[in-house]
């Protein structure tokens, strides 16, 4: 498995509340990726990063913001969580050579917001 | 934008016996990957078989091959000898820039 630890790995929060998941990489790889997976829609990008402090918008990045202050970590924060955030998130990493276009996946994390 | 269809929801296999799941893309680039990832209950997603737009064969991985047909836009992943660790849902995926992936087809395997 690649070095990727998402936490927590489940969490229950309220409407309106800030939440912060993390995704920790011991791979040294460049590219970090937060996803979103709900049903009927398979995995949708929120937000990418291609360097420390370098982030980018995916498809679904409304309501998200993200930060990378280390090569290792990438954060993911809903800054007034809602119920529509509900959902599972995936961290991925991917790095360049050869087999740069391959993302590995961390093991999720379980949103909900009531 | 690329979009990816898994057209099949659900699909059921026989153990030992051979089974196809399919999935169409629609893009305008000509360079491109695309992937197959398997997600079993344990919601971990594990990389089962990728494919090169330029490389005209099929990859293969042990019991897994792909149909690549690169102007039909098709890519489809056939499990040959299905086992019962293969039930899992199985998700398509394209990549040129963003990587962007099908809904999933969710496979049953069949003592």
């Known amino acids: 498995d690649a070095g990727i630890t998402q936490s927590p790995r489940h969490k229950v929060t309220e409407t309106g509340t800030p939440v912060t998941l993390r995704c920790h990489q011991t791979e040294n790889h460049r590219y970090m990726y937060w996803y979103r997976q709900d049903p009927g829609h398979g995995l949708r990008l929120i937000h990418y990063?291609?360097?420390?402090?370098?982030?980018d918008k995916g498809e679904v990045s409304d309501g998200y913001s993200v930060s990378r202050s280390k090569t290792e970590d990438f954060l993911l924060t809903l800054e007034s969580a809602t119920s529509s955030q509900t959902s599972v998130y995936f961290c991925a990493i991917s790095d360049l050579g050869l087999d740069k276009n391959i993302q590995y996946f961390g093991a999720g994390t379980r949103l909900s917001v009531l | 934008a690329q979009t990816v269809t898994q057209s099949q929801p659900e699909m059921s296999v026989q153990e030992a016996e051979t089974v196809t799941l399919s999935c169409t893309y629609d893009t305008s680039e000509s360079d491109y990957y695309l992937f197959w990832y398997k997600q079993p209950p344990s919601r971990q997603m594990i990389l089962v078989i990728r494919q090169e737009a330029y490389k005209q064969q099929n990859a293969t991985e042990n019991r897994f091959s792909v149909n690549f047909q690169k102007a039909a836009k098709s890519f489809s992943l056939k499990i040959s000898d299905s086992q019962l660790g293969d039930a899992a849902m199985y998700f398509c995926?394209?990549?040129?820039?963003?990587?962007?992936f099908g809904a999933g087809t969710r496979l049953t395997v069949k003592p």
């Open positions: 990063s291609y360097g420390v402090k370098d982030t």
């Open positions: 995926a394209y990549r040129s820039n963003d990587m962007r």
